[in-house]
């Protein structure tokens, strides 16, 4: 069953630009689509979520979604929205690539479906590696005037620039290079629809016009806005960089954080973008967020939302437990089913002082811990005033003045927790 892909979209915010007809287009039968994606890393960043979004709900909508991996563009370099060139990219590392952002995808798209619409993954590369320049200039290049190119925004906005490098010859055809995809995946697939960003317009437009004047056919183009924050932040960095979608890169408590950090504004606006929830449970989400905003009901939800699509069950219900080893009433037995990679990353910026494995073999007293070891207090008479108050903790316990610190309290053999009231904590790392 054909659902309305298009009306989808608009409520959802996700609607910049859409070619006149394509809702029409779309409502007569099953299509196909596609969104490239940039194959210069192994892992895909929320930046890309955006695309994948689209091809999900294309494919709940009834239709055949196909991700395209620019192996051949990502060779180029593509103009829009950047001021500089890109690194180009050996075939190795392009299929080494695809092949990860592939495993990222199936989490999201089905490939296997049996309904006649599962997803596809294509390289550029299969169908341009073969093409002669002189050749692509014959067939591609003579139906599209330097006129044309030259009016599309991104290549304006990069003539116009301050950039002392200006335009690369091998930037400026890159619109040809993707507006042929288009023309492939029209001649191979049926496909007539292709997808991205606003900055992509004229390039996907490019496509439509090789569509029509080589293949004789129509195609459709649809973007979605560039997502920004409500402080004017760019969405998907932070002061560490991406927000990758590969847990080793980004582990899944730091993706739950970011996501759980977003604005009021923000998260009311990525509920819709981010999350595949109904328009009558988002309404529902942002008007009980509105009544009480200090609860971070809709932050909560929609970071629960992206890190259960993105990481899965299990590293979600981990994120939790880790987001709450801060905030909430956690003990000492949650702390140590932490791993490494997730202890480091909720203490991060937390101090921390080194010992020998023979000082925790012998045991270390904790006023001699507080103090003498790790400069955490000042004094041993503020160390004993705060035991004597019952506000030191030891892997989120209370301690009192005998407590020794021995082996048994170690987190993943290396680590103890020591905290000052409900806030000040340090790390004890053991030197191996």
């Not at 690194?87 to 092949?99: A, M, P, S, V, W």
């Not at 971070?296 to 259960?308: D, G, P």
């Not at 007293?365 to 400069?375: N, Y």
Request: negative net charge.
């Amino acid at each position: 069953m054909i659902k309305n892909f298009v009306e989808e979209l608009q409520w959802r915010g996700m609607v910049h630009d859409v070619m006149p007809g394509t809702e029409e287009h779309l409502m007569e039968e099953m299509r196909a689509a596609y969104v490239g994606i940039d194959p210069t890393a192994d892992s895909l960043h929320i930046g890309h979520l955006v695309g994948v979004m689209m091809l999900k709900h294309f494919q709940q909508c009834g239709h055949k979604p196909i991700a395209l991996i620019g192996g051949a563009t990502g060779m180029i370099g593509d103009p829009s929205g950047k001021s500089d060139e890109r690194n180009l990219l050996d075939e190795e590392t392009l299929r080494h690539n695809q092949e990860a952002i592939k495993n990222q995808l199936a989490r999201f798209l089905d490939f296997d479906s049996d309904t006649g619409n599962a997803a596809q993954l294509v390289n550029n590369y299969d169908w341009m590696k073969d093409f002669s320049f002189l050749s692509f200039i014959r067939d591609v290049g003579k139906h599209i005037t330097v006129n044309y190119m030259m009016a599309k925004d991104s290549v304006k906005k990069r003539l116009s620039s301050e950039s002392a490098n200006g335009m690369s010859f091998t930037e400026f055809t890159y619109q040809l290079v993707q507006g042929y995809d288009f023309l492939h995946l029209f001649r191979e697939k049926d496909l007539t629809l292709q997808m991205g960003g606003s900055d992509q317009w004229g390039n996907i437009t490019t496509g439509t016009e090789l569509v029509r004047r080589i293949g004789g056919g129509k195609a459709y183009a649809m973007t979605c806005p560039l997502i920004t924050k409500a402080d004017g932040t760019k969405f998907g960095k932070t002061a560490g960089g991406n927000i990758w979608l590969d847990a080793e890169r980004t582990s899944p408590y730091k993706f739950y954080q970011y996501w759980l950090n977003t604005s009021d504004d923000d998260a009311a606006k990525y509920i819709k973008i981010f999350t595949f929830l109904g328009k009558e449970e988002i309404e529902s989400l942002i008007a009980a967020h509105q009544e009480a905003p200090h609860q971070r009901a809709l932050q909560k939800r929609l970071a629960e939302e992206v890190t259960l699509s993105t990481h899965g069950e299990e590293n979600l219900e981990n994120a939790v437990k880790a987001s709450e080893i801060l905030f909430g009433n956690s003990t000492g037995a949650d702390l140590k089913k932490l791993d490494e990679k997730t202890f480091l990353d909720v203490f991060e910026g937390v101090p921390q002082a080194e010992i020998t494995p023979s000082e925790i073999n012998e045991g270390v007293d904790i006023i001699s811990a507080l103090v003498e070891k790790t400069d955490f207090l000042k004094s041993n008479g503020e160390a004993k005033r705060a035991l004597k108050q019952n506000s030191i903790s030891v892997n989120k316990e209370k301690v009192d003045d005998s407590y020794v610190l021995k082996n048994d309290d170690l987190i993943n053999n290396r680590f103890i927790l020591l905290q000052s009231g409900k806030k000040n904590y340090f790390v004890i790392r053991v030197t191996e």
